[in-house]
């Protein structure tokens, strides 16, 4: 199913950064550059229809699959794509000089620094916002009691990881679930979720979500942004131009329908299209089975690990009070950087990440870099245990 595995004795542990894709979604790309190539939304011919059908297409099912409505999916070129949309496009409109933002300054960069642009751009209209950091606690889920503690009369955002890319934790923001202001919106990053375990932004109460569709069996270049109706009225169009859901008039650009008014340009068709083929697969296999095989492969990669002289784990599963886990562990190793110890890895055939993993340089502990590894429903138990134990060899020799 997926060909990139075939001809390899390496094993993929990095599927955090991106996953295999499956025969369907390369055959969506190849095909739409081979066979009927043209523009979607434009032209009256046949392919060009076509396209445009199918576009809209996967965006229904994409709606499907996340349980939102398909006004309220937006295609984009990823997750970073995706929340720097929210910035300018909700931010610079709805933000106001004192109202603040909830963040973690542990999450990926990708879900920081467009908060820190969009302080950045106000401040040179003469509004000041506060960007306030929540903690994340031993478990490396979001602390929810110091969000709570922190929400104030001036909170406008709260942006939060659903599944966090390097501690693995799932946050949900269900304790606080009826307890915010309903003017308080609430964007998901679901770059590692998507794909990997259901996701329902309705019981996520979700305002935006993002998902990247490389991540989730797709091609690379090609998101999705959810925007809940209720804040569709507070949306600026985005990437005016071509093709984009706006109206021209005396007083300027008015907005369009949702979600074209959030799109604009050519679009990443072979991309969409792939993600659509991206989709089927994941429904053949079912997210259930993904979401079982892969507590099942963390818990065997933490029995494996936990023994290794000189292993720390980051916060994550490996603290969890029940078994648990979603695909994603991260560890350091005494007597070895991280960088050298994913070379090592590499060198016997285990493809990992190592690094900061895109989180920005804070000096928090449990922040330093380290070796994560990221499974996926082509990883096997044979894969994991030969992996511990390659990793209990390094151990021992840089111990010695």
């Not at 939304?41 to 499907?64: D, F, H, K, P, Q």
């Not at 699959?65 to 995706?82: L, M, N, R």
């Not at 000089?97 to 960069?109: F, K």
Request: aromatic share 8%; net charge negative; glycine share 12%.
């Amino acid at each position: 199913m997926f060909p990139a595995l075939r001809e390899t004795e390496a094993v993929y542990l990095d599927s955090a950064s991106t996953t295999q894709k499956p025969e369907s979604v390369i055959a969506a790309v190849n095909g739409y550059h081979s066979v009927r190539t043209a523009n979607a939304g434009r032209g009256t011919y046949a392919w060009a229809t076509s396209l445009t059908r199918e576009i809209e297409a996967v965006r229904e099912r994409m709606a499907g699959f996340i349980g939102a409505h398909s006004d309220e999916v937006v295609f984009t070129g990823g997750s970073t794509a995706g929340l720097n949309a929210v910035a300018l496009s909700w931010g610079l409109t709805n933000l106001r000089d004192g109202d603040e933002i909830l963040y973690s300054p542990r999450d990926h960069a990708s879900n920081v620094y467009p908060w820190v642009r969009l302080r950045q751009l106000l401040a040179g209209f003469g509004r000041t916002i506060g960007l306030v950091p929540y903690r994340v606690n031993g478990l490396g889920e979001a602390d929810i009691d110091d969000i709570a503690a922190k929400v104030s009369p001036r909170t406008r955002l709260i942006a939060v990881s659903h599944l966090h890319h390097v501690f693995g934790a799932l946050t949900t923001l269900e304790e606080l679930r009826g307890r915010l202001d309903p003017s308080i919106a609430v964007c998901f990053d679901c770059s590692q979720s998507g794909g990997h375990l259901p996701v329902d932004v309705a019981e996520l109460d979700a305002d935006f979500a993002v998902f990247a569709g490389h991540k989730m069996f797709g091609a690379p270049g090609t998101g999705v942004l959810y925007c809940r109706r209720r804040r569709h009225a507070e949306l600026d169009p985005f990437l005016p131009g071509g093709n984009s859901g706006v109206f021209l008039d005396d007083s300027g650009l008015l907005p369009g329908p949702m979600p074209q008014r959030m799109e604009g340009g050519t679009p990443d068709i072979p991309g969409i299209l792939a993600l659509g083929a991206a989709l089927d697969t994941l429904d053949d296999i079912g997210l259930d089975t993904i979401g079982t095989h892969n507590r099942a492969l963390t818990q065997r990669l933490i029995t494996g690990l936990r023994p290794v002289p000189g292993l720390e784990f980051l916060p994550g599963p490996a603290y969890a009070p029940c078994e648990t886990g979603y695909g994603i562990v991260s560890f350091t190793l005494a007597g070895i950087s991280a960088q050298d110890l994913g070379f090592v890895l590499g060198e016997l055939g285990f493809l990992v990440r190592a690094g900061a993993h895109c989180v920005p340089s804070n000096n928090e502990p449990g922040d330093e870099d380290s070796v994560r590894v990221s499974t996926h429903i082509y990883n096997t138990f044979d894969e994991i245990d030969r992996f511990t134990h390659s990793v209990a060899t390094i151990a021992e020799e840089v111990s010695s």
